[in-house]
């Protein structure tokens, strides 16, 4: 036998105000993610319309293909750094989940099932064991009439554009930060040949100058300034074997490899010339090039984020209504089972809370004060950053210009006279003073390429432009 409670809904129009306030919080949901345009936020930053730079060539992210590039960026991109940002980013989303659901209808289910003894007098007469059990279904939905909770969910997609942006940026220094260690290493290890052959043209320079003082050829001076000059290049072989172990270690590091793991394969890419840097193409306006850098669009997203959890702060001050059902039946075990249906509507209304909630408003809104000026600065960072590296690959492609020149010079003479040396005209003396200048000057002309190269990814990743080593790719 079973008795509905006293004064209890009936299911039908329970199931009714379940299906208005499904209907209400639909909408809310549907409505709490406003889509984000492609351009830049307002600022009190100044966007110029075109750079306060000379009409200048810049690097772009497209180099003749290399295999050993290709492979050592593959690794970066399942490296720590890349899976830490990925992390915030399922971090983000899920938060994302959790406010999205702050819109939705919540149900909980409560099954019971109890045995006890009865006490005399307590229980139907004869009754010595009471079996006992009751099952409920209990359904809450948040109206937002306030629209705090709305707030709170299109924040949470902002952060989730946030971490993306992020892991973009990553990416992006990443993949440039390995490319030019990749190009170090390579200098490096070029550099330690050449240093080699310098030691051992110096090193014959001394030999044949201690012959001629011997014979009375060559003065003390002579063969104190030929040792000093051996000296002087062997010290300097340290530092270069130390810059090219400390480059492959630290592009180890950042692809999250063993020390060592690259060894063979950036020995094999030294031996044959050095690969070409970062293609060239034309500057983009600025706009363009903020629109595009994951900072400036990860500031945006914190400047939106902040500003709409300052909004859910101000509106939880605000009266809040929710409504709830009850489905349940009960069955006590000494009286009639009896089903229960209810449902309510609850106005929750903050009236005294010694400022909290206040306190709480105010805080989100300094924040969003704080995530303006953020973006501010970074876009005047940004501007900045452009700016910088273009000037500095403008000032290593002259070195490296001069450099080069240089080093063709230095090879001409050397030609010359290893041709006069040939024909009688000059001494083996000469011909090992010119082959040092030589190398002398490719050593420096290394060094400039390597800083030219550097320079060229920078600016890649400050127009974040992709840096990769596929002719193919774009």
């Keep these: 036998m079973r008795a509905r409670a006293s004064g209890a809904a009936s299911p039908r129009s329970v199931v009714a105000v379940l299906a208005a306030a499904l209907l209400l919080t639909g909408c809310a949901t549907a409505s709490g993610s406003p889509q984000t345009g492609g351009g830049l936020a307002p600022s009190s930053t100044q966007v110029p319309e075109r750079w306060p730079l000379p009409p200048m060539p810049v690097a772009q992210a497209r180099m003749p293909a290399d295999p050993v590039l290709a492979g050592i960026l593959a690794d970066i991109a399942v ?4 899976a830490a940002a990925r992390a915030r980013l399922l971090e983000a989303e899920a938060g994302l989940q959790v406010a999205r659901s702050a819109l939705a209808p919540s149900a909980t289910l409560t099954a019971n099932a109890a045995r ?41 997609t902002a952060r989730v554009d946030l971490a993306a942006a992020e892991a973009e940026r990553i990416a992006l220094v990443s993949r440039r930060t390995g490319a030019a260690l990749y190009r170090s290493a390579l200098v ?55 810059a090219a172990a400390a480059a492959q270690f630290a592009l180890e590091a950042l692809a ?62 605000w009266p809040s209504l929710s409504l709830s059902a009850l489905l349940g039946w ?45 973006y501010a600065g970074t ?26 020149a240089a080093a063709q010079t230095a090879s001409t003479r050397a030609r010359l006279v290893a041709d006069r040396q040939a024909a009688g005209l000059s001494s083996l003396i000469e011909v090992l003073r010119a082959r040092a200048n ?36 774009p």
Aim: hydrophobic share 50%; glycine share 10%.
């Design 188 to 242: 490096a290890r070029q550099q330690q040949a050449l240093i080699a052959d310098a030691v051992a043209v110096a090193a014959e320079t001394v030999r044949l100058t201690d012959i001629r003082v011997a014979a009375g050829l060559a003065s003390g001076l002579e063969q104190a300034e030929a040792r000093e000059a051996l000296a002087a290049i062997r010290a300097r072989q340290p530092a270069i074997t130390q």
């Design 379 to 404: 876009l005047a960072r940004a501007m900045q950053d452009v700016a910088t590296e273009a000037s500095r690959l403008g000032q290593a492609q002259a070195a490296r210009a001069s450099q080069s």
């Design 116 to 156: 006890g003894t009865a006490q005399p007098g307590f229980g139907p007469p004869g009754a010595g064991r009471i079996d006992s059990r009751s099952v409920a279904l209990a359904l809450d939905a948040p109206l937002d009439i306030a629209g705090s909770n709305r707030a709170r969910a299109a924040a949470a």
């Design 256 to 317: 999250g490899q063993a020390p060592g793991t690259y060894g063979n394969r950036l020995e094999a890419a030294a031996a044959g010339p050095l690969p070409a840097g970062p293609g060239l193409g034309l500057l983009d306006s600025p706009a363009a090039v903020l629109a595009r850098r994951p900072d400036v669009r990860a500031a945006q997203a914190a400047l939106r984020a902040a500003g709409l959890d300052a909004r859910a702060a101000e509106r939880e001050r």
């Design 330 to 374: 009960t069955d006590p075990g000494f009286a009639a089972a009896a089903d229960t249906d209810s449902i309510g509507i609850a106005l929750l209304a903050p009236v005294f809370d010694f400022g909290r909630l206040q306190g709480l408003a105010r805080a989100a809104g300094a924040r969003a004060e704080g995530a303006a000026a953020d």
């Design 79 to 82: 490296g720590p750094d890349m």
């Design 438 to 473: 030589l190398l002398e000057a490719q050593l420096a002309e290394a060094t400039a390429l390597g800083e030219e190269a550097t320079a060229g990814y920078a600016l890649a990743a400050a127009l974040a432009l992709p840096v990769t080593a596929d002719r193919n790719q």
